[in-house]
């Protein structure tokens, strides 16, 4: 079992409709949890992060932290074409002096207008 | 604000050979850290770099190696190339620690014949 889990897709949803991207892991010393945003032939992009549990608000985009569940989810209301991209969960607990990033194999998201 | 630059951005090599990357932090960021992605397996840790030191490293052969310049820049070696290395490389930043997230660059894609 892989630490983090994530579907790859792709889920296609119609432009505007609320999308849920989740992401289940196994380490429970993973205390930062954040959402990537990669669009083709670009590197990842950090949209938000977490610490611990609860929930984070910014603009369209909603970040959930269930640590009892170790179960992540990203929301993103009103759905835009712009939206199509490969989304990836990362989560990092203490490595050595550092925290390292494990990432989700990502879930690709097509917004269709 | 420059982002995180890496050069080339695109490579053939062929079986055998070595190939040296490189990576321009933002500036101010003292942590470099390299990941390998492929479609297979996703985003795949290889090394964190501080402070001219290797601070944390994935589970790679050591053919994989690199190295940090004190101006933070770094480079990433990969000697004997085999098929399996081809892949998109990114270099990604951090202030002191990633555990509240990365800025990436946009990678080297490299292709192994």
């Known amino acids: 079992q892989k630490e983090v889990e994530q579907d790859p897709g792709p889920l296609s949803v119609p432009e505007g409709a609320i999308v849920s991207l989740n992401c289940t892991y196994s380490n429970s010393a993973f205390q930062y949890f954040m959402w990537y945003r990669q669009y083709s032939r670009k590197g990842p992009e950090l949209l938000m992060y977490t610490y611990s549990s609860g929930n984070k608000e910014d603009g369209r985009f909603t970040a959930q932290v269930d640590k009892s569940s170790k179960y992540i989810s990203l929301f993103i209301r009103d759905s835009q074409p712009s939206d199509s991209a490969t989304y990836l969960c990362a989560m990092s607990g203490p490595s050595g002096g550092s925290y390292i990033p494990t990432f989700g194999r990502g879930t690709s998201l097509i917004v269709h207008p | 604000k420059a982002g995180v630059t890496q050069t080339p951005r695109y490579l053939i090599k062929t079986r055998g050979q070595q190939v040296t990357l490189s990576c321009s932090p933002i500036s101010g960021h003292r942590s470099v850290s390299w990941y390998q992605q492929t479609p297979g397996q996703g985003l795949q840790f290889l090394f964190e770099y501080f402070s001219e030191t290797q601070r944390n490293k994935g589970n790679f052969p050591g053919r994989f190696s690199g190295r940090q310049f004190s101006n933070s820049r770094s480079e990433m070696n990969v000697s004997t190339l085999e098929l399996g290395d081809s892949a998109l490389y990114l270099c990604?930043?951090?202030?002191?620690?990633?555990?509240?997230?990365?800025?990436f660059g946009s990678g080297t894609r490299l292709t192994v014949v």
């Open positions: 990604a930043s951090s202030l002191e620690s990633p555990g509240s997230g990365y800025t």
